[in-house]
């Protein structure tokens, strides 16, 4: 890796330092320390291999936020103890995000049981003053703030979407934690103004300082920071504890990035002439990282041929979602979904003069038969992502990107359409 340029120190937390590039505009330096520290820095020791673990660990949280699609600072690993992110005004607000009541909760909320869970997942603010131990803060007291961080004033919208992007980061990372039998108890986020494009976007860090991890569900093999929080003396055999457990949490992280169970889609289509709608099928699917095949047969005029195919796919144990493209009289979907038990999607490519006609083929089926049908090819995709997601938590991840992106995208033109009417 390309030795970097830095510049001035721009800031130095109690367990990172932050640098400019001078080569870079734009962009700094994350340089991770060798220390740990609770209750704002009134314990905090030396742990030798932190900055590392940590790292890794940020890094790889940061890889599959982005690759799901979520917006962040992150840019890239720089070394073993760096990382190179945009350059972010930082918004001074803690969003902490529960599933599992616990912790500070508790002492807020005399009465209720550690335990509880919260559906849908609780959220919470604090504004980060180490002089008054950070207090929580409502929405009403972050709006009435009027804070401006690069030129970008804080105001309902902005909240609404830390608050939405927060729920979406937490529920994504829970989902994929799950897959390592992990419950994700809690965790915290910070946002951040770029200062170059003005952009609202996830910064800071992610890492085992930032959330709670209860292995099984259960708290007695908890391997986040409050293992060394509820430490009674430090001692050396003590910090090797807490070593251990983040190594555990670095190591396990990376499995994150991987997929648990790869599906795939295998569209079916009529003749030749269908190919340009079954492109655009496999083109969605790949936004979701999902494979697809396609394959040219007719339920009408080769039946046999279109039942081999289909035996050649449940063979293998991957697993499947069929999608039937058909025109005119669509035999296709009906027969596939007669004789398979994986899930059958008809997408008719509708012509204008008899698609009215042709459409009734793939909706009034016999009884027995469980083939829905969707019209747009992006919605095929995207119905088949949704089966396989249910057991892949990469795909789920794209998917619920995918929601969060379109709610404030419609936000953003919503405020800007206000705007001009005033």
């Known amino acids: 890796m390309a030795q970097l340029k830095l510049g001035q120190k721009l800031a130095e937390g109690k367990t990172k330092e932050i640098y400019e590039l001078a080569d870079q505009p734009g962009h700094v330096l994350v340089q991770s320390k060798d220390q740990i520290t609770a209750g704002n820095a009134a314990r905090k020791d030396q742990m030798e291999g932190k900055a590392a673990i940590s790292n890794r660990t940020t890094s790889c949280v940061f890889r599959l936020l982005q690759e799901a699609g979520i917006k962040t600072a992150f840019v890239r690993q720089q070394s073993d103890t760096a990382f190179v992110a945009a350059r972010c005004e930082m918004i001074p607000i803690e969003w902490v995000c529960r599933r599992v009541a616990t912790g500070s909760f508790l002492k807020r909320n005399p009465g209720v049981k550690e335990g509880y869970r919260f559906s849908p997942v609780k959220l919470e603010m604090f504004f980060k003053d180490d002089a008054s131990n950070d207090p929580q803060w409502s929405e009403e007291q972050l709006i009435e703030a009027k804070f401006c961080f690069a030129g970008l004033a804080i105001g309902r919208c902005e909240v609404d979407i830390m608050n939405r992007s927060t729920v979406a980061v937490f529920e994504i990372l829970e989902k994929a934690w799950a897959t390592q039998n992990c419950t994700l108890v809690d965790m915290k986020v910070e946002f951040g103004v770029n200062v170059m494009t003005k952009e609202l976007i996830l910064a800071d860090v992610i890492d085992n300082d930032s959330w709670r991890l209860w292995p099984a569900g259960d708290r007695s093999q908890q391997k986040d920071k409050q293992v060394y929080r509820d430490l009674k003396e430090v ?90 493209v058909a025109g005119r009289s669509n035999g296709l979907g009906p027969v596939m979904s007669g004789n398979t038990v994986y899930p059958v999607i008809n997408c008719p490519p509708l012509t204008p003069d008899w698609g009215a006609q042709d459409i009734w083929s793939s909706l009034r089926m016999p009884s027995g038969l469980g083939c829905t049908t969707v019209l747009s090819p992006d919605a095929a995709a995207q119905s088949a992502a949704q089966i396989l997601g249910l057991s892949d938590h990469l795909v789920w991840a794209k998917l619920r990107a995918a929601m969060l992106n379109t709610w404030i995208s419609l936000k953003q033109t919503d405020r800007k359409l206000q705007a001009c009417n005033l």
Not at 253 to 269: A, F, H
């Open 235 to 324: 001692t050396p055999e003590a910090m090797q504890m807490v070593k251990r457990n983040f190594e555990w949490v670095s190591e396990r992280v990376q499995l994150l990035l991987e997929p648990q169970s790869q599906g795939r889609v295998v569209v079916l289509m009529g003749s030749a002439s269908d190919l340009a709608h079954s492109e655009r099928i496999r083109s969605a699917c790949s936004s979701y990282g999902i494979p697809c095949d396609i394959r040219v047969t007719s339920a009408h005029k080769g039946p046999d041929e279109t039942l081999r195919i289909k035996a050649q796919y449940e063979g293998d144990g991957v697993a499947t979602v069929f999608v039937a």
